[in-house]
């Protein structure tokens, strides 16, 4: 009787969230990520592909945070948006997604740390992160206080991102994360952008959140927005994690 391969298992998980804000863990989580099939937090592309695609432009030069093995970059370049860079934490990732799409010589890949991107301001039409905030924010205790720290490093991304958007440019963020939990990030008026949200997914949805450089803010946002300028609950470390449909954490990121 012949015997079939098994199916790959899925990497060790850390004992704590705290875990996932080492690179080591990734490094090696991400070992065979050029043999393995991508993880995509939230669906993949044709999941919200009608809702965001009217964002988007051929010629846009986009940016993808946070890519980790998921086949999102390869599936914009494939819906007709070739002009993709994706930055990973994860050196190993990023090499092994270079090996996986070397046949796509349009889709860059590099290493890089979301909190300060190595690009010139204004380099980019388009941002998008699929599941990055959240990850930041899954070592967070209380999912309505969050810590100045967490709340420090949110800021962090989102400035770097308002930097390397041109006027007129988008940010497109996917999460799971409802409003009450994350617009207030979103709402500050520092970051010179417009505000809109809106949902997909049958059964379970999640969010996406538009914004767009040159925009403003309304007068609501803004209160929520400088709510969370004086935060109360105690500090804890910010998380870097990558994409997984299948991680225990999920349960506790609705930040």
């Not at 690179?23 to 009608?50: L, N, T």
């Not at 008026?189 to 059964?203: E, F, I, K, P, V």
Request: some cysteine; glycine content about 8%; overall charge negative.
């Amino acid at each position: 009787m012949a015997s079939s391969a098994a199916p790959p298992s899925l990497p060790e998980l850390p004992e704590q969230n705290g875990g996932y804000c080492e690179v080591q863990y990734w490094d090696q989580r991400y070992q065979d990520a050029a043999d393995c099939a991508p993880y995509e937090w939230f669906g993949d592309f044709s999941s919200f592909r009608a809702i965001v695609e009217p964002e988007l432009r051929p010629e846009d030069r986009i940016l993808v945070l946070g890519c980790g093995n998921s086949a999102l970059s390869y599936e914009l370049y494939l819906g007709g948006f070739p002009d993709v860079t994706s930055v990973d934490y994860s050196s190993v990732v990023v090499a092994a997604m270079r090996v996986r799409y070397a046949h796509v010589p349009s889709l860059r890949w590099e290493t890089m740390d979301v909190r300060a991107l190595g690009f010139p301001s204004g380099s980019f039409n388009v941002v998008l992160e699929k599941g990055v905030l959240d990850a930041l924010l899954a070592g967070e205790r209380d999912p309505w206080t969050v810590s100045p720290e967490a709340a420090h490093t949110v800021d962090q991304v989102l400035s770097e991102v308002s930097r390397v958007l041109v006027p007129g440019g988008r940010f497109i963020s996917l999460t799971s994360a409802a409003p009450h939990f994350r617009s207030r990030h979103y709402a500050q008026t520092g970051y010179g952008w417009s505000l809109r949200h809106a949902t997909y997914g049958s059964g379970f949805h999640f969010h996406l959140y538009f914004m767009h450089k040159g925009g403003e803010l309304s007068v609501a946002q803004m209160a929520l927005g400088a709510k969370l300028l004086a935060p109360t609950s105690p500090a804890t470390s910010p998380c870097f994690l990558q994409d997984s449909a299948h991680e225990d954490f999920l349960s506790a990121i609705q930040l």
